[in-house]
């Protein structure tokens, strides 16, 4: 993965960001993992506020408290921040489904409850949402869905495919079920996937607010796509 030129010029060289006369706060051997998640966090409030073509080091170093030099110890640029913000985001995503996947009930039941397990991460964390799925960046990732294998787990780009073969395996065991074997898996997968970002995206975005009740919308959304899907 090539790297993301700083737009303010910021290298490894400059500690510009650091307190004039000053030398940065150096974490305690052991505590290099809290140093991490306070990049990430102070990342991810720049990403929102700022856009993520507008982000720099240097302001990304300025929030989270340290120099530019000290936060290339820990991350080579911010493509790669952006990046384990999505791995972090999608490995939720994977908890609630496997949850879901891990109780009772039969597999209509199951690709329901996926459904709303998705569609209410989206509306219950909209910055988180908005960084994973809406950012053009992250299409330098190249990362296919359909291959749950295709990147090990802790890196960027492990848990997307995962969340994507968790809806996928529910969906071939409702086909199976139903009886309508001959309805491609992956594009059932696929359509109702993106009808829940679809809903997700207005919800959270600035589009005009519908008039009927966010509960009722998403329910009869996952039913619609459901009946439509099975009956074909």
């Avoid at 994977?94 to 199951?110: C, N, Y």
């Avoid at 459904?115 to 299409?139: C, N, S």
Wanted: aromatic share 6%; charged share 25%.
């Amino acid at each position: 993965m090539g790297t993301v030129a700083d737009p303010a010029g910021a290298g490894p060289g400059d500690t510009s960001g650091a307190a004039a006369g000053s030398r940065p706060y150096r974490k305690r051997k052991g505590e290099g993992h809290v140093r991490r998640d306070e990049i990430l966090t102070a990342a991810q409030r720049i990403f929102i506020e700022d856009g993520f073509e507008q982000a720099t080091i240097r302001k990304i170093a300025a929030r989270a408290g340290i120099s530019p030099t000290a936060l290339y110890l820990y991350f080579p640029d911010k493509q790669t921040i952006l990046e384990e913000l999505c791995e972090h985001a999608f490995a939720k995503l994977v908890q609630r489904m496997d949850a879901i996947l891990a109780g009772g009930g039969g597999a209509l039941d199951k690709v329901r409850r996926i459904m709303r397990a998705y569609i209410d991460f989206g509306l219950e964390h909209p910055d988180e949402y908005r960084l994973t799925f809406m950012v053009k960046a992250l299409g330098r990732m190249s990362v296919d869905h359909r291959d749950p294998g295709a990147r090990q787990p802790g890196q960027p780009g492990y848990s997307g495919p995962q969340a994507y073969a968790r809806l996928r395996d529910a969906m071939a065991d409702l086909i199976a079920e139903t009886g309508a074997d001959g309805q491609d898996v992956d594009l059932a997968t696929e359509v109702i996937w993106m009808s829940g970002h679809g809903l997700v995206s207005l919800m959270i975005g600035n589009s005009p607010r519908f008039r009927t009740h966010k509960e009722e919308l998403v329910e009869a959304l996952i039913r619609t796509q459901l009946y439509g899907i099975l009956r074909r």
